[in-house]
């Protein structure tokens, strides 16, 4: 990847003169199925675009999981920049909502003087606090087809959408046809170091070139992070049917590339847990014959997220695997023995 970045062939991206950005926004449309598509830093930023194209009149609304990435970890740009008000409904654990309350809930506000106009439906596929579960495209068809009664949009977070293609079994452009706009992720289990996607219909994009502008986003020479892109949406399909066998090696019944670690009991909590298995010690080297650093991220109050990605192969998991064995281990004697737990150990290996 970093030979393709060296070797990329560059122009300036803001005049539409780099090769390997249109190439790639060529390749992505016609992965997802859409007329065109635009390169972009972030997800975040083509989230942000999409929301601001689909709802052009401020105070409009949009409707979505309250646990969704859009509404928790992207600083409520629909709020602070595009003047958006998001409407929350309660997530399912399988990462939907419930069709009948989100009906219920644009029907009081459609053709109410008193509701701020409804104008947009997002989703997350695959949805991330949900641990990577894959929406069904049946709900995606009947999420469409309520949107088109109501006269709204739709626009997908679909940060990991190559991730539920794969765990599907289907084209990326079967799961975005369902949608007016969706975003695409190279960083995230692709592998590239940077971008994003935002596809759609051409005078969609059009807009969202004139809103990308308006964000900072037009980029000179982004030719070097476009060609890891590329190269991170040919492998798309090999790449992460291995991340999901690996993950699957880890914990049953995963569907994608991330496992939810339910941490029970008040100790250890997720962020110490988190701290153990980080830290390697001479006590499990001695036990062990090794010292392995796993690194995992403290979620929520009583969970700990795995993401598998490219650079974790079957022998890492393995090790990732053996290691919370031990931790798990270590932990259950402590507490059989009444003691004060302490740290494992320090640094890393």
């Known amino acids: ?51 601001m194209c689909h709802c052009q009149q401020r105070g409009t609304q949009l409707f979505l999981g309250q646990n969704a990435h859009l509404h928790l970890y992207e600083h409520g740009g629909a709020a602070q920049v595009a003047g958006v008000h998001s409407q929350a409904l309660p997530d399912l654990p399988d990462g939907t909502f419930d069709l009948d309350q989100l009906e219920l809930t644009i029907r009081e506000a459609h053709g109410s003087r008193y509701h701020p106009r409804p104008q947009l439906i997002c989703l997350e596929n695959t949805h991330s606090s949900a641990g990577g579960r894959v929406l069904p495209l049946t709900y995606l068809r009947q999420v469409r087809e309520l949107a088109d009664h109501y006269g709204l949009q739709v626009h997908m977070d679909g940060a990991r959408l190559m991730n539920a293609a794969v765990a599907q079994g289907v084209e990326p452009a079967q799961i975005a046809q369902h949608c007016d706009s969706v975003s695409l992720c190279f960083s995230k289990g692709l592998g590239a170091p940077a971008g994003a996607v935002l596809a759609g219909r051409r005078e969609f994009i059009a807009e969202a070139w004139r809103t990308r502008k ?13 060609a890891a892109a590329l190269l991170g949406l040919r492998h798309a399909e090999a790449t992460l049917h291995r991340d999901h066998d690996n993950a699957r090696r880890f914990a049953e019944a995963v569907e994608t590339n991330i496992v939810m670690v339910n941490v029970r009991g008040a100790w250890p909590s997720p962020a110490e847990l988190c701290d153990h298995l980080r830290a390697t010690s001479e006590e499990e080297v001695a036990e062990t014959g090794q010292a392995v ?57």
């Open 214 to 226: 308006l964000l900072g986003g037009g980029m000179r020479q982004a030719g070097v992070l476009a």
């Open 293 to 349: 650093s796993v690194l995992l991220l403290p979620w929520s109050a009583h969970t700990v997220r795995a993401v598998w990605h490219r650079d974790i192969s079957a022998r890492d998991t393995e090790l990732a695997r053996s290691k919370l064995e031990f931790v798990a281990r270590k932990c259950q004697e402590k507490l059989a023995l009444g003691l004060h737990p302490t740290p494992l150990g320090t640094g890393g290996a």
């Open 1 to 51: 990847m970093r030979r393709a970045m060296a070797r990329a062939v560059v122009g300036d991206d803001d005049y539409g003169e780099d090769p390997a950005v249109n190439e790639l926004q060529r390749r992505a449309a016609g992965t997802l199925g859409t007329e065109a598509a635009l390169f972009v830093p972030t997800a975040t930023m083509a989230n942000l675009i999409a929301v």
